[in-house]
């Protein structure tokens, strides 16, 4: 089955405890994204990747690393988690831009 | 000024009515269009691309404005199972750069 799979599910942790949520997609996607979602402030893009090795900020990139060593995987890296960083996260993949994006499942965070 | 801007609703429905979203964007040169739907707490899934010429799938409806820089989404003949938030995206430029509007949060009533 073609999807995109992130884990955990759902985390709590404390702050500064560092933290990473894995991302995998089996389609052969090209494009891998990170979005945080919020009450009230929609959907909004933490990085994306539009190939191995190519990264590049989106809007909310401060307190977030990535990285893309493989094509299939895409994780979401949080050096010194704050609880302003408690949201629900989203990994998505696309084959180009011109194309949807195929969401995974969710990780609901909470820094405490 | 936000990029992708929606009325968030909520809209209330009966079954069986015919309910229409409006999306504006900002960017001129934007080059994709989407409609997803998200259900509550779930991830967004994508419901429909919008094309210049406009699209139907079923029920839906899709068009697009480019001289006015807003996209449409109609809904015929609610079902209870359209109950969901919808929400609108734009993509710049082909390329990775996905913005999302907040989502019109619709209810249909039986």
């Known amino acids: 089955e073609a999807q995109v799979t992130q884990n955990p599910r759902y985390l709590i942790t404390v702050t500064g405890k560092k933290l990473t949520v894995t991302c995998s997609q089996n389609?052969?996607?090209?494009?891998m994204s990170w979005y945080r979602q919020d009450p009230g402030l929609g959907l909004r893009q933490i990085y994306y990747?539009?190939?191995?090795?190519?990264?590049d900020k989106g809007d909310v990139p401060e307190g977030y690393k990535v990285s893309r060593k493989e094509k299939r995987n895409f994780p979401l890296i949080l050096e010194s988690p704050s609880p302003n960083q408690t949201s629900l996260y989203f990994c998505?993949?696309?084959?180009?831009?011109?194309?949807?994006?195929?969401f995974g499942s969710g990780t609901r965070l909470t820094v405490v | 000024r936000k990029e992708v801007e929606q009325d968030p609703g909520p809209f209330n429905v009966p079954e069986g009515a015919t309910v229409a979203f409006n999306c504006t964007y900002s960017?001129?040169?934007?080059?994709?269009f989407f409609w997803y739907r998200q259900d509550c707490r779930k991830e967004p899934k994508l419901l429909m691309s919008?094309?210049?010429s406009g699209n139907e799938d079923g029920r839906f409806t899709a068009q697009l404005n480019r001289a006015s820089q807003y996209i449409s989404l109609l809904i015929r003949d609610s079902k209870l199972s359209d109950s969901a938030t919808y929400l609108c995206?734009?993509?710049?430029?082909?390329?990775?750069?996905?913005?999302f509007g907040t989502g019109t949060s619709l209810t249909v009533i039986p």
């Open positions: 998505a993949s696309s084959p180009t831009g011109v194309y949807g994006y195929t």
């Open positions: 389609m052969n996607h090209e494009y």
């Open positions: 990747s539009m190939n191995v090795e190519v990264t």
């Open positions: 960017n001129s040169a934007s080059q994709s």
């Open positions: 919008v094309y210049s």
């Open positions: 995206v734009v993509n710049i430029d082909t390329g990775n750069q996905f913005y």
